[in-house]
């Protein structure tokens, strides 16, 4: 029995503390005393962290080692996109109007498929800031704006989510995930159209309608080269591909004019803030996963809705990409035709779209999610609290993934 295996059998459930603990430190210190967050968050999500891995240094060196990496890997592929698309300025006067914003959501749903949800957060977040900066109510676009463009919107190719290019390396082929094109179709037209009427619903009580005008510019053109650079290192192995992100990060930020930085607004406490609270993620997470991969045969799954929801209720919390790994191979288990990577298509959509979309569900379900609000918060848009956004989520993408159920794993 693999070591893994063995240790999540063995661990008590009460291991999960930390990761517990994190997370209800992440919803509730911000509520509670925002100032003392504000602070002190990273001795939080250090010291819950750091009993865990004392603990995997005894107990899995090995499994420790892997995570390590793994959490470099996620914030090193952040921090490049982060620091390149921060000197792409995308400069006009849009007007803030309902299509206009439906429009900006739509293009970053798209090109998330391109550049990562992160690369089309981090490169949209800011005009459509600048967009609505005279809106007297402009929370919701930026609630949209996440569920759509740093989640959804990257369902359709391995370079879109993590989880799906793990897929790719374990087996699913590169265009295989162009077929989820039907479900990612459905889920961006409802959630669209949600948003649109909302928007629209808060445009018509503003009480002073900012000018409409219609410029558009972008400045910064090379740090697309290096936007490419990254991008085209995904493919590479190992230190290759870390060394290539961290190297078009560098190039980006020296070659970028200081102007363009600073109408961004650009500065690291975004990456910084993700980098720290992850640290604490990636750490406490690892009994949780652990029991999950051992013990997952226990709960009974043998439906793709089951793989949907099941996949997508734990993605909401830990990281999706070990989550979609775990279910992946959860319905190898079940010893049905292997179709692609060894479990039928059905129930590959199923696992495939619960990691993706259901990143949405909580600020922590994906990396982007922080990014964009701690982006937000500091250009003065007071974003809701931990709960406060999954009533959001549950207002708006539980319905709306209850019909992709209903529509495409019955």
Do not use: C
């Not at 959630?191 to 510019?217: K, M, N, S």
């Not at 919390?317 to 060894?342: I, K, M």
Request: hydrophobic share 55%.
């Amino acid at each position: 029995m693999p070591i893994q295996h063995a240790l999540g059998e063995s661990l008590p459930l009460w291991s999960i503390l930390p990761f517990a603990g994190l997370l209800l430190a992440i919803a509730v210190a911000p509520l509670l005393a925002p100032l003392w967050w504000e602070h002190h968050y990273g001795k939080v999500s250090v010291g819950l962290a750091l009993p865990v891995a004392l603990y995997f240094l005894a107990a899995d060196p090995a499994h420790l080692l892997r995570t390590l990496h793994e959490y470099v890997a996620f914030i090193i592929l952040l921090g490049a996109l982060f620091t390149i698309t921060g000197g792409i300025l995308v400069r006009g006067d849009f007007p803030p109007t309902p299509l206009v914003n439906g429009i900006f959501l739509a293009i970053g749903a798209v090109i998330a498929n391109l550049i990562g949800t992160t690369g089309a957060s981090m490169l949209l977040v800011r005009p459509l800031l600048r967009a609505n900066a005279r809106r007297e109510r402009r929370v919701h676009v930026l609630v949209f704006f996440i569920f759509l463009v740093s989640n959804v919107g990257g369902a359709l190719t391995p370079l879109g989510d993590p989880p799906l290019f793990l897929g790719f390396l374990e087996g699913v082929p590169f265009f295989w995930t162009l077929r989820l094109w039907p479900q990612w179709l459905l889920t961006v037209a409802l959630v669209l159209t949600i948003f649109y009427l909302v928007d629209l619903y808060h445009w018509r009580h503003e009480a002073v309608h900012p000018r409409e005008e219609l410029g558009f510019a972008v400045l910064g053109g090379q740090n697309f080269v290096f936007l490419g650079g990254v991008i085209g290192a995904i493919f590479l192995p190992t230190p290759w591909r870390e060394a290539v992100m961290v190297l078009m990060g560098v190039a980006s930020y020296q070659l970028t004019r200081g102007e363009i930085h600073s109408k961004n607004g650009f500065g690291f406490h975004p990456i910084i803030e993700v980098a720290t609270l992850f640290i604490g993620i990636f750490m406490t997470m690892m009994p949780a996963l652990l029991i999950l991969e051992a013990r997952g045969s226990h709960l009974g799954l043998h439906a793709p809705w089951h793989f949907f929801w099941v996949t997508g209720a734990l993605s909401s919390f830990l990281d999706n990409a070990p989550t979609y790994l775990t279910f992946l191979s959860a319905a190898r288990g079940l010893g049905l035709p292997a179709e692609v990577a060894g479990v039928p298509a059905t129930f590959l959509a199923a696992v495939s779209l619960g990691a993706v979309f259901m990143g949405a569900n909580s600020y922590i379900g994906n990396g982007p999610n922080f990014m964009v609000r701690s982006i937000a918060e500091r250009q003065g848009v007071k974003m809701p609290s931990f709960f406060g956004y999954m009533m959001y989520s549950g207002l708006v993408l539980l319905p709306v993934f209850a019909i992709v159920t209903m529509v495409f794993f019955r």
